[in-house]
């Protein structure tokens, strides 16, 4: 079976710092760089799983660096190079506390609050008798606070702007940016015979200017709706056919683990795990359109050294 990257620990010529984070490793070098590598682990319930996804990382990465390039003329973005199939270098930005989260259809959490009643979300007002998977008039943003640690919590334009996370002239063009990238992630998908339901975006500033940074359009990021059953499986009440990784979601509840306090994980096997690859190379030739080559796994924590080490010094 194929190897998978759980775990990195390097030490770069002018490395400052680094930071890991439940997917992915970040290694920040010298004032206005990083290298970011996306490792094979895998969360849900904000708890990274015991076992890590064998080419998940390459997967996920190589989305994002797609859809960086498909949106550069939208917005400046920090990727500068992909040295290695699980890395991306670009600029270090200092990041907006918030995260700007768009809507286009009703499903989700949104959906459970409006189930519940709730007719406003993050500020915005919901049209009455809305139903589940229904397409909004038009896509609403509903960000969220970018917490360090634990939860990100729903917050509305008023209560950013107010509270000085983000100036207003900022918050403005990063709506004019979310609407434009969500505009655009919309457009590719349905060409891959897709639907991009909901997805969210993170911004940084650097010199002044704005940047888009991190991941985009990833399944782990945004949920996606097969476009040919739409309409048939929204009209019948049906679950929509979807393209993310809730299917590891449902998998955990299926045996009973929900990320409630103290509930043991359930075991993940060798079968499983690569049940999960399977899905997760479907994902990315649906989304890219081509075909999935598998790289050697056995020299992947050297592998991705060397490349990193020797963009560095070409620099």
Not at 60 to 73: E, G, Q, R, S, V
Not at 104 to 129: D, I, N, Q
Not at 177 to 188: Q, S
Not at 261 to 268: I, L, N, R
Request: glycine share 8%; net charge negative; proline share 4%.
């Amino acid at each position: 079976m194929a190897q998978a990257l759980t775990k990195t620990d390097y030490k770069f010529e002018g490395q400052t710092s680094c930071y890991h984070g439940k997917v992915r490793d970040v290694y920040f070098i010298g004032d206005d760089l990083l290298a970011m590598v996306v490792s094979d682990r895998i969360s849900a319930f904000d708890r990274i799983l015991p076992e890590g996804i064998p080419y998940k990382g390459e997967i996920l990465n190589k989305i994002a660096a797609f859809n960086l390039d498909a949106t550069k003329d939208i917005v400046p973005n920090w990727k500068l190079d992909n040295p290695d199939p699980m890395v991306t270098v670009g600029l270090r930005c200092e990041g907006f506390k918030v995260e700007m989260v768009i809507r286009g259809y009703l499903t989700g959490s949104a959906w459970r609050a409006y189930k519940a009643g709730e007719r406003t979300l993050c500020g915005v007002t919901l049209p009455e008798g809305m139903r589940e998977n229904e397409k909004f008039p038009h896509p609403i943003i509903t960000p969220t606070t970018k917490a360090d640690e634990g939860h990100d919590e729903n917050i509305s334009r008023e209560e950013i702007i107010a509270s000085g996370l983000v100036s207003k002239e900022d918050y403005e063009q990063l709506e004019k940016y979310t609407y434009a990238l969500f505009e655009r992630g919309t457009k590719l998908a349905a060409d891959r015979g897709l639907i991009l339901v909901d997805t969210k975006y993170e911004f940084g500033k650097k010199d002044g200017k704005i940047y888009l940074i991190d991941e985009i359009h990833t399944p782990d990021s945004s949920r996606y709706f097969y476009k040919d059953t739409y309409d048939e499986f929204f009209q019948k009440g049906i679950p929509q056919r979807q393209l993310s990784k809730e299917f590891v979601r449902q998998w955990l509840i299926d045996k009973g683990f929900n990320g409630g306090e103290g509930q043991e994980v359930p075991t993940m096997t060798p079968e499983y795990c690569e049940s999960v690859t399977d899905r997760y190379i479907e994902l990315y030739e649906k989304l890219i359109g081509e075909t999935f080559v598998k790289h050697p796994t056995d020299d992947l924590e050297k592998r991705i050294e060397r490349n990193i080490t020797a963009w560095l010094k070409e620099r």
